[in-house]
């Protein structure tokens, strides 16, 4: 199964390498890691996505409370919430083809950023399926290269995660 | 104006040090030139390993947090496997190292090692200090992780410019405020008397002491837990040391190598209390040493250790005083059925077996049973690693004294330099090496830095000219081809101990080890004592 966690951590140099070593250290699987600065310059934010059993997360869980600057670790898998990625892909686009790009990126509700001869890159910032979808519509046209953050997550409703 | 290397010294005077144990060089001299001039006593060992283990003896028998000093680059990388084992056994340890200038950082200049980094896995928390105004507070923090929480090294790394750079003044903090670090210790009052229910509907609970009852410091208060509940009590290696090796409630380790009547305890029980206890896999190998339907309480100050190796249906996170206590309240005066007791009973009778002597050579496991009562009864014994920890573990019977040995990591070389540490933390007490032929030779450098303290530390080496432990495992595993376990070209030991002075005699029979012990005893010297055992003696 796959999890999403969410971590609030010190905005220290070496936490990152802190939390990523101790991934592989213990055999835990990620699929995404994003971080970024919250509201609170001293805190960042962290929102891991893993995949493994109920063990494994438990235990991510906890190794993850362990380490000193790790503030809060929060499991959002369970609760309803908001997961997004930003995924930019440049699909090779012959001239006669380009309306029918465009068409379909709009129906996705995707955005046209560039375009050149030859080829035109979309940027769409969506959950992990709907990304999936729409690279899954424009393979056909032939992808020259995508780009792709990690997922960040975040509770619905009046809940807020913080320090 | 002050510097960076006096408030180094200043901080370890605000926490109490006394003495720390270390190795100099280049990055480092900054340091070493402040404690020249410190009250604080330096103790020169001969390899930073050792320097590390003896901060752990020193802080497992102190209850500080023992300090360790090392270079930066090699004397850093050398003190990596001592703090690694402090790590797997959860020792308080305070590990400093120089570092290279700021400005060279990340150059791979001359003795420059990313010690931080390497060591990620072994430290409790680590820090590279950057800024001297932040040397107070990172040296109070790292205390304070060290030896609070689940117990564990920390390491501070500073850099030489850290060390030699000024500022106006130095003020020690009073309290410490890390955000993410509020290590839980109360225990929760529902989970104690879902506890309590659990034991008081058994037939045959069964304490685990492990090493974490020690470490909260509450032998005592434990002992007469058990005493007064009558539930009998197994312990892990960690845990030796925790119930008085004859009380009618103890049964000795479990595990691997450990008192059969342990173990076959801790199947039989339906019930099963783990006190500070990881139950790593030579605790507990494989699940069928424990019944399917057995009721596991686990009590730890970690809360990432409940559930990680035994199922647990009770997890009670807190620190083991703390726990124990409100145990102790609502279990009021509880008792154990009696058919469970006559079955204690009858299993202590088997505790001790005299096993098979063979002529012209010392038997060990009888010769460490013997030496338990040849010492005063807090006498301290530090075994090593090998076939000698399994004799010491499962024979040598503690009265107020300590068993102390790497359980968790198991590095050969632990015992002299821990002894070190001990004998500086309880000078007055005895203090017994028991090690191997191949272990001594790990750590027999240290040699100087007892003789040149004239530290009382006894040593007895066991001498099977083998790999002793590993010897049984080709024996049992790989048809007795004996691939690198045969000690040859070792040298006379005698005349090792001749050269750094220290006195010494050698034994073939229980009877003349003994009598040398004895005389041993008696003197306030260090000693060691060489004792020829038959090659083929088991582990148990
Ligand atoms: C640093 C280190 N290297 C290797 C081992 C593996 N090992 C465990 S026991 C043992 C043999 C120890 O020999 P000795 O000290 O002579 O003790 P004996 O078993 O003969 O009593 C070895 C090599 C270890 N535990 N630690
Ligand atoms: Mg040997």
Redesign the pocket.
């Known amino acids: 199964m796959q999890y999403t966690l969410s971590v609030l951590v010190e905005n220290h140099a070496g936490v990152l390498s802190k939390i990523s070593g101790l991934f592989s250290r213990r055999g835990f699987n990620i699929d995404s890691l994003a971080v970024g600065v919250t509201s609170n310059p001293d805190v960042s934010r962290i929102t891991i996505v893993a995949n493994g059993d109920e063990y494994v997360v438990e235990q991510l869980e906890k190794q993850l409370n362990k380490v000193i600057p790790v503030i809060k670790v929060k499991c959002l898998t369970g609760g309803e919430f908001i997961s997004r990625e930003l995924i930019l892909i440049k699909v090779h686009c012959a001239a006669a083809k380009r309306v029918e790009i465009i068409k379909t990126a709009e129906i996705m509700q995707a955005k046209i950023v560039d375009v050149a001869p030859g080829c035109v890159t979309v940027e769409y910032c969506e959950c992990t399926n709907r990304i999936n979808t729409l690279i899954d519509l424009l393979r056909p046209y032939g992808i020259r290269e995508i780009v792709r953050t990690g997922t960040i997550a975040i509770d619905r409703g009046n809940t807020a995660l913080s320090v | 104006m002050i510097s960076g290397a006096e408030i180094m010294v200043k901080c370890l005077e605000a926490e109490g040090v006394k003495v720390v144990f270390g190795y100099p060089g280049a990055t480092i001299c900054p340091f070493y030139d402040k404690i020249y001039e410190s009250s604080i006593k330096h103790i020169l060992v001969r390899q930073e390993q050792n320097a590390a283990h003896a901060a752990s003896g020193y802080s497992r028998c102190s209850g500080l947090p023992g300090v360790c000093v090392a270079t930066s680059g090699p004397g850093a990388t050398n003190l990596i496997?001592g703090i690694a084992t402090a790590y797997a056994d959860s020792v308080p340890m305070i590990a400093i190292t120089g570092q290279v200038k700021t400005d060279l950082l990340g150059r791979d200049v001359f003795q420059e090692a990313d010690i931080t980094g390497a060591c990620e896995p072994f430290v409790k928390h680590s820090y590279l200090v950057t800024k001297t105004e932040d040397l107070p507070r990172i040296f109070k923090e790292a205390f304070h992780i060290a030896s609070t929480g689940r117990k564990g090294p920390v390491l501070i790394d500073i850099p030489m410019d850290i060390q030699t750079n000024k500022i106006e003044d130095f003020h020690y903090p009073e309290t410490v405020n890390i955000i993410g670090y509020k290590p839980n210790t109360r225990g929760h009052a529902v989970q104690v008397r879902r506890a309590v229910e659990a034991i008081k509907k058994s037939r045959r609970p069964l304490i685990v002491s492990g090493g974490g009852v020690l470490s909260s410091g509450v032998k005592l208060k434990f002992q007469a837990f058990a005493d007064k509940t009558k539930i009998p009590v197994i312990s892990t290696m960690m845990g030796i040391g925790v119930m008085p090796s004859d009380s009618d409630m103890y049964l000795g380790m479990l595990g691997t190598h450990g008192k059969p009547v342990a173990n076959r305890a801790l199947h039989d029980a339906d019930l099963v209390i783990v006190c500070g206890a990881r139950l790593g896999d030579r605790a507990v190998a494989s699940p069928d040493q424990m019944s399917e339907n057995t009721t596991v309480i686990h009590i730890d100050i970690d809360p990432a250790e409940i559930g990680k190796n035994v199922k647990t249906e009770i997890p009670i996170v807190g620190d083991m005083k703390n726990v124990l206590n409100m145990l102790n309240e609502e279990i009021g005066d509880y008792v154990v059925p009696n058919q469970w007791q006559e079955t204690v009973k009858n299993w202590r009778k088997s505790f001790y077996r005299i096993p098979p002597k063979f002529d012209g050579f010392v038997e060990?496991r009888a010769l460490v049973a013997q030496l338990s009562s040849m010492l005063r009864s807090k006498a301290i014994l530090v075994a090593?690693?090998?076939?000698?920890?399994?004799?010491c573990a499962n024979n040598f019977m503690i009265r107020e004294g300590r068993f102390l040995t790497t359980g968790g990591m198991?590095?050969?070389?632990y015992s002299i330099p821990a002894a070190v540490g001990v004998k500086f933390a309880r000078p007055s007490r005895d203090v017994v090496v028991v090690?191997?032929?191949?272990?001594?030779?790990?750590s027999m450098n240290e040699l100087a830095t007892i003789a040149g303290n004239n530290l009382a530390i006894k040593i007895i080496i066991?001498?099977?000219h083998?790999?002793?432990?590993?010897?049984?495992l080709q024996d049992m595993n790989y048809g007795s081809r004996h691939s690198a376990?045969i000690?040859e070209g070792d040298p006379d030991f005698q005349k090792i101990a001749e050269a750094y002075g220290i006195d010494h005699a050698e034994a073939n029979s229980n009877e003349e080890a003994e009598e040398i012990i004895k005389e041993m005893v008696k003197s306030d010297k260090p000693f060691i004592l060489v004792c020829n055992?038959y090659p083929d003696t088991p582990?148990i």
């Not at chain 2, 090593?384 to 004799?391: E, F, H």
């Not at chain 2, 090690?435 to 790990?442: L, N, T, V």
């Open positions: 496997t060990p090593d690693v090998g076939q000698n920890q399994i004799w198991g590095t050969m070389g090690c191997g032929d191949g272990s001594f030779q790990m066991m001498r099977n083998r790999l002793g432990m590993v010897r049984e376990t000690l055992v582990s």
